[in-house]
Nanobody
């Protein structure tokens, strides 16, 4: 199982980014997939969730209406579209999957929102 995030960077407040999480070693639409983030000095927190098969989504209140999680089954990739970014969205963003009670994480991608 491998998760590789990409797409982070520096963006101004109000801007947008799309993060990608390329999965290998398993089929991502057969598992619930999540995005988390961790800001400096803070605990890792849940951001977004997409269920296996039917793709139902759920979001943290802090990002609801601004972020969208989606999945491309052909590319075996999960995305996080982030709009109307705020400085408080600055963090390292991680992709996550749990299989048989084992948590798998990617290496993370840095998102910095600053003018």
């Amino acid at each position: 199982v491998q998760l590789v995030e990409s797409g982070g960077g520096l963006v101004q407040p109000g801007g947008s980014l799309r993060l990608s999480c390329a999965a290998s070693g398993f089929t991502c639409n057969a598992y619930n997939m999540r995005w988390f983030r961790q800001a400096p000095g803070k605990e890792r927190e849940f951001v977004a969730f997409i269920t296996r098969f039917d793709g139902t989504t759920n979001y943290a209140d802090s990002v609801k209406g601004r972020f969208t999680i989606s999945r491309d089954n052909a590319k075996n990739t999960v995305y996080l579209q982030m709009n109307s970014l705020k400085p408080e969205d600055t963090a390292v963003y991680y992709c996550h999957v749990q299989q048989r009670s084992i948590d798998y994480w990617g290496q993370g991608t840095q998102v910095t929102v600053s003018s």
